[in-house]
C-alpha cells in the first residue's frame, strides 16, 4: 500500500509558474513508476506526465510538452511536476499516481494502469 499527498496547487496568472509536490509513504517509492493526471470539470482525466523507476525516462502529454517537468527524489520519497508558462486551460485538478505492475516497460499513458492515487490539489490558471 502507498499513501500520496499532493501539495502546491493555487490561482496563478496565465504565464505564471507552479510547482506540484507528491508526498509518499507506505512501500517503497523507488520501486514505482510515477504519474501526474488532471481532470477539469465535465471531462475525462487527463495524463499530464510520466516518469519511471530510477529516472530512466520520462513521458509527456501533448498538450503539456515543453512546458512540464516531471521529477522524483528517491531518497525523500517525493514526486514533482513543475509547470511552467501556464494557460488557463491547464485549470483542473492534478492527482498523483503510482504504478505497481509497469514492469520493465516505460511510463503507461492510462489512469487505469495505476493502482494508488492522491486525493488532488486544484490548480486554477486565471487573470
Known amino acids: 500500500q502507498v499513501q500520496l499527498v499532493e501539495s502546491g496547487g493555487g490561482l496563478v496568472q496565465p504565464g505564471g509558474s507552479l510547482r506540484l509536490s507528491c508526498a509518499t509513504s507506505?512501500?517503497?517509492?523507488?520501486?514505482?513508476?510515477m504519474g501526474w493526471f488532471r481532470q477539469a470539470p465535465g471531462k475525462e482525466r487527463e495524463f499530464v506526465a510520466g516518469?519511471?523507476?530510477?529516472?530512466?525516462?520520462?513521458s509527456y502529454g501533448d498538450a503539456v510538452r515543453g512546458r512540464f517537468t516531471i521529477s522524483r527524489d528517491d531518497a525523500e520519497a517525493v514526486l514533482y511536476l513543475q509547470m511552467n508558462s501556464l494557460k488557463p486551460e491547464d485549470t483542473a485538478v492534478y492527482y498523483c499516481?503510482?504504478?505497481?505492475?509497469?514492469?520493465?516497460?516505460?511510463?503507461?499513458?492510462?489512469?487505469?494502469?495505476?493502482?494508488?492515487w492522491g486525493q488532488g490539489t486544484q490548480v486554477t490558471v486565471s487573470s
Open positions: 507506505g512501500r517503497p517509492f523507488s520501486n514505482y513508476h
Open positions: 499516481a503510482a504504478d505497481r505492475l509497469a514492469g520493465s516497460g516505460g511510463v503507461r499513458r492510462y489512469a487505469s494502469a495505476y493502482d494508488y
Open positions: 516518469i519511471t523507476r530510477s529516472s530512466i525516462s520520462m
